[in-house]
């Protein structure tokens, strides 16, 4: 089940095609644009990874931060260049009629148009949304289309870093990780494997590669405490992805397409799901011939007849089950919180989850529901507050960002049930 085959992406944040484009509207010269591009990647906190900065303060670049700006740059016109959004001469780079369209969407704020055009173009030439879903769809796990990626540091599993001090302690973490894995791969898939031979094969290559010994009461230097969990995460991981569920391309190209969908709104990826630790995939979408469900919306058709339909319900459609999804999600987190208010992006992935929709559409029938409460028209009462903006802390990424409402960036709920919710 090979995808990516294609263009393997070097960057994941689609905002980067915006800022090459708008860089060239402002200039053709090569050397202007990439000034240019620095610029609005930092105003628009572009990160090298899946999450922007939080940051917007300038700095001095490093010659090695200028060596990987001009890097992605490059990475981001031969991709546009694929696209057909410009055109490229030897010191100028010039913009297509479709480039242009990417602009002004952008501009406009038509957020929907400017991810659909973007879509379009990267699904017409190499149908690499379509391969990618069906794929998840193909895994014979029950239910179907959910991918997981479970992680558990050794600290979850009630191994502390200071009382691991020998080279059996990290053995036996690794079997204790073993049986979390088998355990999450019954519970969420239904899927029977035992793993005893693999993290054989994991500690024999530990071993080899010189950071276990081979005497397991010898101790292990602790300076190589991240590098072992680091290769026993991405051993897992890889392991995962390609004998669970059969993917041969490599895990970055596989997590930067992913995360692209995502921002479409044709699938879903979290690290945060309440009650999971690790990563889970799961569509809000599905390629079929033709659907009578109208809670599914066509946006590309292929040449074999297929189509690709997200899942898009009406508010008139949705609106019940949105609100008692909201409340059951609510009163789920409210168990382990001490506080009447919850954090609400972490209700956002449990009712993404269960009704699969887009954050994008979490958010727009979470606006609507807001307006009825103001107007005392919802059988539940919420409150939306503002707890700290990730600017206002320490952090350095926007692993996951507030939700717009009502004009305002908002990160914490609460919820009083008043009348008409059954829970």
């Known amino acids: 089940m090979s995808i990516m085959r294609i263009i393997k992406p070097a960057f994941t944040l689609l905002e980067y095609f915006y800022v090459l484009l708008k860089s060239v509207e402002r200039s053709a010269e090569r050397r202007d644009v990439f000034e240019l591009f620095k610029v609005l990647k930092h105003q628009y906190g572009l990160g090298e990874s899946k999450y922007k900065t939080v940051t917007r303060d300038r700095k001095e670049l490093t010659s090695a931060q200028e060596n990987r700006y001009l890097y992605t740059f490059d990475r981001v016109i031969d991709e546009a260049r694929e696209y057909g959004l410009l055109k490229e001469t030897r010191e100028s780079l010039i913009l297509?009629?479709?480039?242009?369209?990417?602009?002004?969407?952008?501009?406009?704020?038509?957020?929907?148009?400017?991810?659909?055009?973007?879509?379009?173009?990267?699904?017409?030439?190499?149908?690499?949304?379509?391969?990618?879903?069906?794929?998840?769809?193909?895994?014979?796990?029950?239910?179907?289309?959910?991918?997981?990626?479970?992680?558990?540091?050794?600290?979850?599993?009630?191994f502390e870093r200071a009382e691991i001090k020998k080279t059996s302690h990290l053995i036996d973490y690794s079997?204790?990780?073993?049986k979390k894995l088998e355990a999450d791969l019954m519970k969420h898939l239904n899927f029977d494997r035992q793993l005893k031979k693999r993290n054989d094969e994991l500690l024999v290559?530990?071993?080899r590669a010189g950071f276990l010994s081979e005497d397991p009461s010898m101790p292990f230097d602790p300076?190589?405490?991240?590098?072992?969990?680091?290769?026993?995460?991405?051993?897992?991981?890889?392991?995962?992805?390609?004998?669970?569920?059969?993917?041969s391309s490599s895990w970055s190209a596989f997590e930067r397409w992913v995360y692209r969908g995502k921002q479409i709104g044709i699938l879903h990826a979290t690290e945060f799901l309440p009650h999971f630790h690790g990563k889970i995939v799961y569509p809000t979408s599905v390629v079929i011939e033709k659907t009578l469900s109208s809670d599914f919306r066509e946006i590309y058709a292929y040449r074999d007849g297929m189509k690709l339909f997200v899942h898009r319900p009406s508010w008139d459609r949705i609106q019940n089950k949105f609100v008692k999804s909201l409340v059951d999600g609510y009163f789920d987190l409210r168990r382990s919180n001490q506080s009447y208010f919850i954090s609400l992006t972490s209700l956002r992935e449990l009712v993404c989850f269960k009704l699969k929709i887009s954050e994008r559409l979490f958010e727009s029938y979470l606006e609507r529901a807001y307006r009825l409460n103001l107007a005392n028209r919802l059988a539940v009462r919420i409150s939306l507050e503002v707890d700290k903006l990730p600017e206002e802390t320490k952090a350095a990424y926007l692993t996951r960002e507030p939700v717009m409402v009502d004009g305002r960036h908002r990160n914490i709920i609460a919820i009083d049930v008043t009348k008409g919710v059954n829970r």
Do not use: C
Request: proline residues 5%; hydrophobic residues 40%.
């Open 205 to 207: 290559n530990l071993t």
């Open 223 to 247: 300076k190589k405490y991240n590098a072992i969990n680091k290769r026993i995460r991405d051993y897992w991981i890889n392991y995962f992805l390609r004998d669970i569920y059969g993917y």
């Open 96 to 158: 297509t009629p479709a480039g242009v369209k990417i602009i002004r969407d952008f501009d406009n704020q038509d957020f929907d148009k400017f991810h659909q055009q973007l879509f379009s173009l990267m699904e017409k030439k190499g149908a690499v949304f379509r391969n990618l879903i069906a794929s998840i769809y193909n895994v014979q796990s029950h239910p179907p289309g959910l991918l997981i990626f479970p992680i558990y540091s050794p600290r979850l599993l009630n």
């Open 175 to 178: 079997w204790a990780l073993v």
